[in-house]
């Protein structure tokens, strides 16, 4: 009997440690457990809202002068004398050239001679017309002697005509000899000298008179671009922007301080860049933009209503290309949203599809964050635009 108790207690001690294990519960895993320990990963959101939204493209361009002069002498001459100072502005009728007119202004003298001659000529048929009808009555010249004298007096008339027409022509040789600027704008550097025989209906130019205020901006848009936002205005997607100005970006970066106007949008499209070339006007009044200087234009041209701006440093880019965001959930988790983008204005995406109103998109601590991890939420404000 005492065999047998003892067998008994051994038999306990070895199964105790088995029945305590198995009355405790199971440990968890170490990943589960610090996750279950992590506090909420701090992030910073920002709270995006539907509003109005400008489309605006921002397209390269080249300014043109607003009105471009090449100046050419009409007569041939020697130059005299150069009446501008290079560089100046100048007023449409200011002269800029002196040709040696001294062979000009005696032709003039001697149309005017002429003019004289045969205004003496015509006075003389005249009398002699007069005379002849008052003897026609008395029978004194035949008919035919009176049609012949009013024959000469329209012959003598026509003679002056002719003389003050030659009169004329030689004062516009005259005055062509003074070289004019044809516009007001500004001047550019001489190509002759006092002293160079020019020409009528040379090649080289003497001058050239650039109008600069306003200043042309020529940009080109692609037509794919075009078709797409008909597309959109058709499903009235879009409504067209009204007289909205186009602001000019610099080629340092910097913004132009007056806005231009689009006023001009070609009817074909360039078959070898598949663009439609744009004309927009910009006051000039200081003379800041010059001729050929690259600059770019942000055109708008459509709004949306209801537009969804979310910033570039919340869009991320998944392995297969699509883009997506981090949003923080109700329950104050993150969550991953896959995005449909439009464009980019400024420094944010105008998202399509993916994003509601009131959303909170995670902007600041991406790197630390998966979905269905739990954030803490610090708001960001955004400046007003």
Not at 144 to 168: C, S
């Amino acid at each position: 009997m005492k065999r047998r108790m003892t067998l008994s207690w051994r038999g306990l001690l070895v199964l105790l440690p088995l029945l305590l294990a198995a009355c405790q519960p199971a440990p968890q895993s170490s990943a589960a457990a610090a996750a279950a320990e992590r506090p909420p990963t701090p992030v910073s959101v920002v709270t995006v809202r539907t509003a109005p939204v400008t489309l605006a493209r921002e397209l390269p361009g080249r300014t043109r002068a607003f009105r471009v002069a090449e100046v050419r002498p009409q007569v041939s001459g020697i130059v005299l004398d150069r009446l501008f100072r290079e560089g100046s502005e100048v007023t449409a009728g200011d002269a800029l050239y002196q040709l040696d007119d001294a062979t000009y202004l005696a032709d003039l003298n001697s149309a005017k001679a002429n003019l004289a001659r045969a205004r003496a000529g015509l006075e003389v048929s005249d009398l002699n017309a007069r005379r002849a009808a008052e003897l026609l009555d008395a029978k004194a010249v035949s008919d035919q002697e009176y049609r012949n004298l009013l024959a000469t007096r329209l012959q003598a008339e026509a003679d002056v005509e002719m003389a003050k027409a030659q009169v004329a022509a030689a004062q516009v040789r005259v005055d062509y000899a003074r070289i004019a600027a044809p516009i007001t704008g500004r001047v550019g550097k001489s190509n002759v000298t006092q002293g160079a025989l020019v020409t009528a209906g040379q090649a080289e130019l003497l001058t050239t008179v650039h109008q600069l205020d306003p200043i042309y901006v020529d940009v080109n848009q692609s037509a794919a671009e075009l078709l797409k936002l008909r597309r959109n205005l058709d499903d009235e997607a879009l409504r067209k922007a009204g007289s909205i100005p186009v602001n000019i970006v610099l080629d340092d970066g910097s913004t132009y301080p007056l806005p231009g106007e689009l006023t001009f949008a070609d009817a074909a499209v360039d078959p070898t860049t598949g663009s439609v070339a744009m004309r927009i006007v910009v006051p000039n009044p200081d003379r800041l933009l010059l001729p050929g200087m690259y600059v770019r234009a942000m055109v708008s041209n459509a709004i949306v209503d209801n537009g969804l701006l979310v910033p570039q440093q919340a869009v991320q880019r998944g392995a297969n290309g699509e883009a997506f965001a981090m949003v923080v959930a109700e329950d104050g988790t993150a969550q991953r949203r896959v995005l449909e983008l439009d464009q980019t204005i400024g420094a944010d995406w105008l998202v399509s599809s993916g994003l509601s109103n009131g959303d909170r998109v995670i902007t600041e601590g991406l790197q630390k964050i998966r979905p269905g991890v739990a954030v803490q939420v610090t708001p960001v404000v955004v400046a007003a635009q």
